[in-house]
């Protein structure tokens, strides 16, 4: 299988959705071959999949996170979704 590199306007591929789970108290990503379970930073980012850049994202992270330098664990963050096969490019729709 082949890596998978995050699109450059990431958002959900169309069969996977984000949700918070009220009963289980976290964060998901569901889709039809399972459920990621998010942390709080991963859900920040995951809701932040509007159609905006990368380097967008990033900004608003930071901006929310003041001093904080997060573009190495959100890159990170993207591949892994990348290679689940649960990103698209905005710009494909």
Known sequence: MS???PPGR???VRHARYRWD???RQHQ???PE???VLNESAAAVVRLFDGRS???LIAALEGTFPGSD???DVSAFLNRLAGKGL???AADT
Do not use: N, Q, S, Y
């Open 3 to 5: 890596a998978r590199r």
């Open 10 to 12: 990431p958002v959900l």
């Open 22 to 24: 009220e009963l289980r």
């Open 29 to 31: 990503v569901l889709f």
């Open 34 to 36: 399972g459920v990621l």
């Open 54 to 56: 990368t380097a967008e």
């Open 70 to 72: 997060l573009g190495g």
């Open 87 to 89: 990103l698209r490019d």
